[in-house]
């Protein structure tokens, strides 16, 4: 299949401190690979890659991996308007990177309504667990998730370790909150993009429920 071929593009960004392991992530994700001495990242960088969420429903994901140092924070900000999903990456063996989720999460908040962001938090450099590293409990993690309204992944970029599924949970997450309406298609915003008409076609026969047709097909692909 022409794996240049989508119905979706989806945008999401990858936020948390420096060092958190944001860039590894993508490139254990899109390469299978890991690096012990990896660049910071500087401003911003860009990933891409294809899933199919569904039987001939492929999504583009365009990664948008921003630079955790604050120096880079003015051009980082930029990117959150037009995100509809983001990894929200902590390192478990660093408490302060934690203690820092719920400003990451509400520096967000603020300033993409009235979009709103869909996360996935992760807990990163689980591989340090069994040396002894660990800093943030699972349960404490799974607490804040909680209280923040999303779901809580441990993964590690070095073994591989949950990658695939903390990425593919949000990109699910996202596809879902598409066909139920809670990801709202408004004009002049590019978190979403349908390639039409293939992919109305594609989501309608995917249906079974005639109640759960997205609300914004229109705007969308039609
Ligand atoms: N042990 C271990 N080390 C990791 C893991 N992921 C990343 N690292 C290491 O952590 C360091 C920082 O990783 P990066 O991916 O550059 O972190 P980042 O969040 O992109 O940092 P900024 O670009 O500065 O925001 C590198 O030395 C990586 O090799 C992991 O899962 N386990
Ligand atoms: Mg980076």
Not at 5 to 27: A, C, E, H, N, P
Not at 47 to 56: D, K, M, S, T, W
């Amino acid at each position: 299949m022409d794996l240049t071929l989508w119905q979706y593009q989806f945008r999401i960004i990858m936020l948390g401190d420096s060092t958190v392991g944001k860039s590894s992530l993508l490139k254990r994700y899109t390469e299978d690979l890991f690096l012990e001495s990896i660049n910071q990242t500087v401003g911003v960088d860009f990933y891409v890659h294809f899933l199919e969420v569904e039987p001939g429903v492929r999504v583009k994901l365009q990664f948008w991996d921003t630079a955790g140092q604050e120096r880079f924070r003015s051009v980082t900000r930029s990117y959150y308007r037009n995100s509809v999903g983001g990894l929200l990456v902590f390192d478990i063996t660093s408490r302060a990177s934690f203690d820092h989720v719920k400003e990451w999460h509400a520096e967000v908040h603020e300033r993409v309504q009235p979009h709103t962001v869909l996360f996935v938090l992760v807990g990163q450099k689980i591989d340090q667990h069994a040396h002894g590293k660990r800093a943030v409990s699972r349960e404490e993690a799974e607490k804040l998730a909680g209280q923040l309204g999303m779901p809580y992944v441990e993964a590690s970029a070095k073994t591989g370790q949950n990658v695939r599924e903390a990425f593919e949970l949000l990109t699910r997450r996202i596809y879902q909150g598409l066909l139920s309406g809670e990801v709202k298609l408004l004009e002049g915003w590019d978190g979403v993009k349908c390639a039409a008409p293939q992919a109305l076609q594609l989501q309608r026969a995917s249906m079974s429920q005639p109640s759960s047709t997205p609300k914004n097909d229109k705007k969308c692909c039609g």
